[in-house]
């Protein structure tokens, strides 16, 4: 009866307060607070394009929405910079983020504090150049994620990535 007890107090609070500290299976004890109900911020990647590659380098831009029902905050759960959303690269030879085997190639936090939030609906775009350690053509796809540092907590954590085929045309290559 007394964890029965404990648990209802524990709901309570967190009703008073707007949140809950549920955890998913799996996640982290340090996760900022969701709001109660299962709604909050859900931040996807809505398109990914390589822009420019050559043998050592690759070019891509990125658009990132919040599908979500509540404002991300972009400055992450702190207001240190270190702590920014921020996306990283991979050059794969699959569509699956970050699988072994795949290359660096890049990233980049969305920009220095403070950035304010991402409401839902919202989008936000830009683009980063990096050098690689492996020849881009070699690689069939270019994968994103976006907020690699698990700074925002979302209602989906899964549905951050996206892959984008990897061309090797000569109108993709560039030479320096």
């Not at 970050?98 to 660096?104: K, L």
């Not at 991402?118 to 907020?147: I, M, R």
Request: one cysteine or more.
């Amino acid at each position: 009866m007394r964890n029965v007890t404990t648990a209802l107090a524990l709901a309570a609070i967190a009703a008073f307060s707007g949140c809950s500290n549920s955890e998913d299976p799996g996640s982290s004890r340090n996760a900022p607070l969701r709001p109660l109900g299962g709604g909050g911020p859900d931040l996807i990647l809505t398109s990914l394009t390589v822009t420019a590659q050559t043998a050592n380098s690759i070019s891509y831009s990125w658009t990132i929405r919040n599908i979500g029902d509540a404002p991300a905050n972009l400055d992450g759960p702190t207001s240190s910079e270190t702590d920014n959303v921020s996306v990283q690269a991979f050059l794969s030879q699959d569509t699956v983020f970050g699988d072994a085997g795949d290359s660096p190639a890049g990233g980049t936090i969305l920009g220095l504090s403070p950035l304010g939030f991402l409401n839902p609906g919202e989008s936000v775009s830009g683009s980063f150049s990096s050098g690689t350690f492996q020849d881009p053509c070699s690689f069939a796809y270019l994968t994103l994620k976006a907020d690699w540092g698990e700074s925002v907590a979302e209602v989906n954590e899964a549905n951050n990535t996206l892959a984008t085929p990897i061309g090797c045309g000569p109108d993709l290559i560039l030479t320096n």
